[in-house]
């Protein structure tokens, strides 16, 4: 059974930065494709960026240039560096696993709130 922990979420004033951690209870984690999603109240849960085990990412055309995914396979950790922080990226991040390049697996984590207000 999967199990995904996040944390690293807050609040945090327009323009600064903030880095999620997601922790993976998968025997194989360098084997999955690993993902950020957010859902904004009154939204539809969206893709921010995914990172295959080669490496490979893909990323939401609203958060290229700002955020950035990374992956550490011996601590089975995949992480969220989120920089130039905006208002509209307020959100529950969710971590996920086992999904592909565009389309989240069946595991989640708990989600972490992100708010950027000043």
């Known amino acids: 059974q999967v199990q995904l922990v996040e944390s690293g979420g807050g609040l945090v004033q327009p323009g600064g930065s903030l880095r999620l951690s997601c922790a993976a209870s998968?025997?194989?984690?360098?084997?999955?494709?690993m993902g950020w999603y957010r859902q904004a109240p009154g939204k539809q849960r969206e893709l921010v960026a995914t990172?295959?085990?080669?490496?490979?990412?893909n990323y939401a055309d609203s958060v290229k240039g700002r955020f950035t995914i990374s992956r550490d396979n011996v601590k089975n950790t995949v992480y969220l560096q989120m920089n130039s922080l905006k208002p509209e990226d307020t959100a529950v991040y969710y971590c996920n696993a086992g999904g592909d390049r565009s389309g989240p697996g069946r595991s989640w984590g708990q989600g972490a709130q992100v708010t950027v207000s000043s």
């Open positions: 998968i025997t194989i984690f360098r084997l999955y494709v």
């Open positions: 990172m295959t085990s080669g490496g490979s990412t």
